[in-house]
C-alpha cells in the first residue's frame, strides 16, 4: 500500500533553516510528481511546491519563492523540502503528497509540524 | 492566481440528510476541480477528483458536479463518520489553489 512518512520538522527560530523529508513506499516513485503542502494551525490547505517525475520541472507558491528548494531522490525515494530565511507564518503542518493526473493529490502523508518563534 | 470560494464555511445536519457544498471559481477551470475530507488531526483525503469522479474506495453517497466555474459536493444520507471538513481545489493551473474550507457539524 501507499505509504508517505514525513519527516524533520521541529521548532526554529525566524530567519533559520529546516529540512523536510518524505519517504516513499508501495508505489514507483520516480512515475508520479510529487508535492508539499501546507496547512498553518486552525486554517486551510496551501499547496507550497511540486516537482516533476525527473526533477526537471519545479515550481512554488509566490509565499516561498526564494525561500524554499523541494528536491527527490528517485534513487532512495524521497521528497525534500529545504527551507531557509523561516518566518512566523511559516508556521504549519507539513504533508508530502502524491500528485496523479488532473493534479490531484490522491496520497498524503500524516504531516511534520514545522514551527517558527523566537 | 485562480481564487477558489466555498459556501457554507460551517453546516450543521443530521444523520441521513443529504447535504451540498458549493464551490466557486474565480475563472473558468472546466472540470479540473478535486474535493477532500479532513477529519481534525489527519491528512486530507481526495474523494472526488475531475469534479465528478469519485476515487476508489469512497461511498458512492459521495457525488460531485459542475463545470466551469461552478461546483457542488453532494452527501447523500450523512453518516456520523462524514462530520469533517471539506475542501475544494481547483487543478487547472499552477499553483492548485485550494478554497478556504466546509466545517461539516453534527446538529
Known amino acids: 500500500q501507499v505509504q508517505l512518512v514525513e519527516s524533520g520538522g521541529g521548532l526554529v527560530k525566524p530567519g533559520g533553516s529546516l529540512r523536510l523529508s518524505c519517504a516513499a513506499s508501495?508505489?514507483?516513485?520516480?512515475?508520479?510528481?510529487m508535492s508539499w503542502i501546507r496547512q498553518a494551525p486552525g486554517k486551510g490547505l496551501e499547496w507550497v511546491s511540486y516537482?516533476?517525475?525527473?526533477?526537471?520541472?519545479?515550481n512554488y507558491a509566490d509565499s516561498v519563492k526564494g525561500r524554499f528548494t523541494i528536491a527527490r531522490d528517485n534513487a532512495k525515494n524521497s521528497l525534500f523540502l529545504q527551507m531557509n530565511s523561516l518566518r512566523a507564518d511559516d508556521t504549519a503542518v507539513y504533508y508530502c503528497?502524491?500528485?496523479?493526473?488532473?493534479?490531484?493529490?490522491?496520497?498524503w502523508g500524516q504531516g511534520t509540524l514545522v514551527t517558527v518563534s523566537s | 492566481d485562480i481564487q477558489m470560494t466555498q459556501s457554507p464555511s460551517s453546516l450543521s445536519a443530521s444523520v441521513g440528510d443529504r447535504v451540498t457544498i458549493t464551490c466557486r471559481a474565480s475563472q473558468s477551470i472546466s472540470n479540473y476541480l478535486n474535493w477532500y475530507q479532513q477529519k481534525p488531526g489527519k491528512a486530507p483525503k481526495l474523494l472526488i477528483y475531475a469534479a465528478s469522479s469519485l476515487e476508489r474506495g469512497v461511498p458512492s453517497r459521495f457525488s460531485g458536479s459542475g463545470s466551469g466555474t461552478d461546483f457542488t459536493l453532494t452527501i447523500s444520507g450523512l453518516q456520523p463518520e462524514d462530520f469533517a471538513t471539506y475542501y475544494c481545489q481547483q487543478s487547472y493551473r499552477a499553483m492548485y489553489t485550494f478554497a478556504q474550507g466546509t466545517n461539516l457539524m453534527i446538529k
Open positions: 503528497a502524491r500528485v496523479s493526473s488532473t493534479w490531484r493529490a490522491d496520497y
Open positions: 508501495g508505489f514507483t516513485f520516480s512515475d508520479y510528481y
Open positions: 516537482i516533476s517525475t525527473s526533477g526537471k520541472t519545479i
